[in-house]
């Protein structure tokens, strides 16, 4: 079965609809990896700048029977 066919409209809308999808592609993309950049970035500063120090908290020992 043909695009035209499946979709019920014209030959000439092959290419607008493939330009718009691939441009989606595009911007989807670009976010996608900045959104990922800054996920990577806070997670850094999570290990750099802990939520709550460390001093102060009882250490926990570990016992192996």
Partial sequence: MQFTEATGLGEGWVT???L???????IGNQ???KLADLA?????LDRVLPAQP????????????
């Fill in 40 to 44: 990577l970035i806070s997670l850094r």
């Fill in 16 to 18: 607008p609809l493939f």
């Fill in 54 to 65: 460390y001093e102060n908290q009882p250490v926990q020992i570990a016992h192996h029977h």
């Fill in 20 to 26: 718009l999808f691939g441009l989606g592609l595009f």
């Fill in 31 to 33: 976010l996608g990896g």
